[in-house]
């Protein structure tokens, strides 16, 4: 069972959740997934097709573990460029509703200087309780 936590009187976030209790009987920590495919090849350059191949190697990992979108309760960006994430957040969010549905679990955006894989332009890790 999932339950968005809103503290009493803070406005309801749009996109994510400020914190989700979670009561279930197995967690699932998913390392972090980068915009490249099952071949460890990178199909585009652009920042919200490969965060888009991240959400879609996320979801892998999950159905994994008979798990889904709605299982997670935390997720993690690492992302390089900020400026891409800013102009591209109309697209950021259709592509992410898209594959992960409208379930917006606690997120996090961290801005990192580089990623492990020179090409990588967006990392996410996700816990998830099912």
Not at 40 to 66: G, H, K
């Amino acid at each position: 069972m999932h339950m968005t936590l809103l503290p009493e009187g803070w406005a309801r976030p749009k996109g994510y959740a400020n914190g989700v209790l979670v009561r279930g009987s197995e967690t699932i920590f998913v390392g972090g997934q980068i915009g490249w495919n099952a071949d460890c090849v990178f199909e585009s350059t652009d920042f919200t097709a490969q965060l888009r191949q991240a959400l879609l190697n996320v979801r892998a990992v999950l159905a994994s573990a008979q798990a889904g979108p709605e299982h997670v309760a935390r997720m993690t960006w690492y992302i390089t460029d900020r400026q891409a994430y800013l102009d591209n957040l109309r697209a950021i969010g259709a592509a992410y509703r898209e594959v992960m549905g409208k379930h917006f679990p606690a997120m996090s955006v961290i801005v990192v200087s580089a990623l492990v894989e020179a090409q990588a332009l967006v990392e996410i890790e996700v816990t998830a309780v099912k």
